[in-house]
């Protein structure tokens, strides 16, 4: 299993790039390879999926697209085809927030979600993403829900909140929390 791969794109298709790393090319299939650019130098996150008859890559710009595509690969009925166009057109904060308030028409504008497979994501998955912080790490979102009504409520988006909240430690008063959340935004 590969975490990521380090290398130069040489190759952008339609939705697929090639990462030349250290002489071989890999073929890795991307929700937006338009974001890569020829001749850069990338880290790619990656998912392999081995099977009886394929072994494909699936890579991601960052580490929260792939915890959040490997949630969505694990809901029945959805597999890496029809997870991949969601991180391509939602955001990751978007998905899991539409995910959280039961919004089956943002899920259904994704390509091939009906309402079938979006009331089955909401199913899955609702209650499990917590927070996915940019380091993939997934926090329990329950643990700080005091705390994110109270930077909501002093007016912070959820993206701020979302890059420090796992730097919080959980086990200090609220007030504690607070001053900690405050000191790491205003950064």
């Given at each position: 299993m590969y975490d990521y791969?380090?290398?130069?794109?040489?190759?952008i298709y339609s939705?697929?790039?090639v990462l030349d790393v250290s002489g071989i090319g890999y073929l890795i299939y991307t929700a937006n390879p338009y974001q890569f650019n020829e001749?850069?130098?990338s880290k790619i996150y990656i998912y392999q999926k081995v099977s009886e008859d394929e072994n494909t890559l699936y890579g991601?710009?960052?580490?929260?697209?792939?915890?959040?595509?490997?949630k969505l690969i694990n809901v029945k009925g959805l597999g890496p085809k029809m997870a991949l166009p969601i991180i391509a057109t939602g955001s990751v904060s978007g998905v899991i927030d539409a995910i959280?308030?039961?919004n089956i028409l943002y899920l259904k504008k994704f390509p091939k979600i009906g309402d079938k497979v979006a009331k089955q994501i909401i199913l899955d998955l609702k209650g499990k993403l917590g927070v996915i912080t940019t380091s993939g790490e997934v926090v329990d979102s329950?643990?700080?829900?005091?705390?994110?009504?109270?930077?909501?409520?002093?007016g912070y988006k959820e993206k701020e909140y979302?890059?420090?909240?796992?730097?919080?430690?959980?086990?200090?008063s609220i007030e504690e929390q607070v001053?900690?959340?405050?000191?790491l935004l205003l950064k």
């Open positions: 791969l380090n290398g130069i794109i040489t190759n939705n697929s790039i001749g850069e130098k991601f710009k960052q580490n929260e697209e792939r915890e959040l595509f490997l959280e308030r039961e329950n643990t700080y829900d005091e705390l994110i009504e109270v930077l909501k409520g002093l979302k890059k420090i909240i796992s730097k919080i430690d959980d086990s200090l001053k900690e959340a405050l000191k």
